[in-house]
Each structure stands twice: as structure tokens, then as C-alpha cells.
């Protein structure tokens, strides 16, 4: 079995790179990569944006699989992205281990701002 030793990148769609770009880099503050201009950072978590009508692909949003974004404070960052204009999927989740605040980018594609405060009981190593 091959070693993999790290994700390279996370690919996120879009129908307007240049629109998500800002976006991430805008609205969530990410840090813009200084050599490729649809990329940014999360950390050390490279994202890629592409758009796959380029590549001959239909564009379909992310939607089941949610990119965690962590923020230590959930509320406060949740509510300077509602200033900038970002919109929630209801109230902030708490499940007795995290808080999750659901929303999207501009292309619907599933995101989440997320803060663990205690660990889980019994090591299955979920959220």
C-alpha cells in the first residue's frame, strides 16, 4: 500500500475564479498564494480553485462534504462574515464536543466555521 503522507491540495469549484478568489481571500481573510492566482491558504492547506467547464466538466457546488474551517471563537466570526454580507444556514450547531456554523461561498459549495471545546468520549475520532 502506497505511504500518503498529506493532502496536496483541496480542489473547490466555481463558475467565476476570480469572484471566488475574492471571496476567500476578501471576505474569509485567507492568505492569497503568491504565485498562483486561483489558490489560497488555510493554514498549511493549499486550496485550488478551478472552474471545470474549462476542463469540459459540468460545474456542480460541493454541498455534502463540508471544509471545517476552524475559528476560535465561532460567534464572533460568524458575525463579522454576516457583516461582509456571508449567509448562514440557521443557528450555530453545538454537539456536545463542537459549535458548526454552516454556509456557502458564492458557488454553493458547502463550508463551515468550526471550534472544538471538548474532546469525545470514546476515541472514534469524530468532529
Not at 44 to 58: K, R
Not at 61 to 81: N, S
Request: hydrophobic share 35%; charged share 25%; glycine share 10%.
Amino acid at each position: 500500500m502506497p505511504e500518503i503522507s498529506k493532502a496536496d491540495f483541496v480542489a473547490v469549484p466555481s463558475t467565476d475564479w476570480k469572484r471566488s478568489r475574492a471571496f476567500y481571500v476578501d471576505t474569509l481573510g485567507l492568505r492569497p498564494d503568491e504565485t498562483g492566482d486561483s489558490e489560497f491558504w488555510v493554514g498549511q492547506q493549499c486550496f485550488g480553485i478551478y472552474e471545470p467547464t474549462t476542463f469540459g466538466m459540468e460545474f456542480a457546488p460541493q454541498t455534502t462534504a463540508h471544509i471545517a474551517l476552524h475559528v476560535e471563537d465561532i460567534e464572533a466570526a460568524r458575525a463579522e462574515l454576516e457583516g461582509k454580507g456571508a449567509e448562514f444556514d440557521g443557528e450555530t450547531f453545538d454537539t456536545c464536543v463542537c459549535h458548526m456554523a454552516f454556509f456557502s461561498d458564492p458557488d454553493g459549495n458547502a463550508l463551515m466555521l468550526h471550534h472544538r471545546y471538548s474532546p469525545r468520549s470514546g476515541g472514534d475520532g469524530g468532529s
